[in-house]
């Protein structure tokens, strides 16, 4: 059997932060792959580290000591310019609150990112994979917060990324809504072999992912591979 295409490789990843007189060990040695095409949990309590490594992995921010790459790119020693090319051209994140811009409709905040894309996805395609093509022409003050999250999610895979990167992306939202953006997720995965990291602190959303990544303090404590990914339709929280 071939061995999974490893998109990203961390070895030794620390980052801590100077708060004054006080530092902050966020992360404290983390090894960690994450291949091609597989949808990955990160779970933990806050104050885990999975922000921190969400954001190293995604360009948004720089380890104090070890190494990330993805694929042949070095994160850790790339310049300002590389990193930005990297997260305009590789990957979509998708955070916790939906950051659409108000005055434009749905289609047109998810066109807003493909203007700046080489080979984009047309935005109502987007829109239509994430079960959106009823609200194209809609304002975010005229959708539901589950409606507007799976929004930016079209906004996040309409470049075409090859990782999208999600932070706590249901955790403003009750379950029965939280369902609805997890499928929009999973379609994506399966759908566009995106590769997919989601963080969250529900240990029910795990059970529907390929691997779990438990962190704790820093480090990552243990990893799971589950057998069969369970639908989103069937996880209650």
Not at 35 to 42: D, K, P, T
Not at 104 to 131: F, Q, R, W
Not at 209 to 227: A, F, L
Request: proline residues 5%; charged residues 20%; negative net charge.
């Amino acid at each position: 059997m071939t061995e999974p295409e490893a998109i990203f490789t961390a070895r030794g990843l620390t980052k801590v932060y100077d708060m004054g007189e006080v530092q902050v060990h966020a992360l404290r040695g983390v090894d960690l792959e994450l291949y091609a095409g597989e949808l990955l949990v990160l779970l933990g309590p806050s104050g885990s580290g999975k922000s921190t490594l969400l954001n190293i992995l995604g360009g948004l921010d720089r380890a104090t000591a070890g190494t990330v790459r993805y694929r042949t790119l070095d994160l850790t020693r790339a310049q300002d310019k590389e990193l930005t090319a990297y997260r305009r051209g590789h990957v979509g994140f998708v955070f916790q609150f939906y950051n659409l811009i108000p005055s434009l409709t749905a289609v047109e905040n998810v066109a807003a990112v493909t203007e700046i894309s080489d080979h984009p996805y047309p935005p109502a395609e987007a829109l239509g994979l994430v079960g959106m093509s009823d609200r194209l022409h809609h304002f975010p003050s005229q959708l539901s917060g589950g409606q507007q999250q799976r929004v930016a999610i079209a906004r996040a895979i309409a470049k075409r990324p090859s990782v999208l990167l999600c932070d706590e992306p249901t955790g403003a939202l009750d379950s029965e809504t939280g369902v609805l953006v997890l499928e929009a997720i999973d379609t994506v995965n399966r759908t566009l072999g995106t590769s997919t990291a989601v963080i969250t602190h529900n240990s029910d959303i795990a059970r529907m992912t390929d691997r779990v990544i438990h962190m704790s303090n820093g480090h990552v404590h243990k990893i799971e591979t589950n057998p069969h990914r369970m639908s989103p339709r069937d996880i209650h929280w």
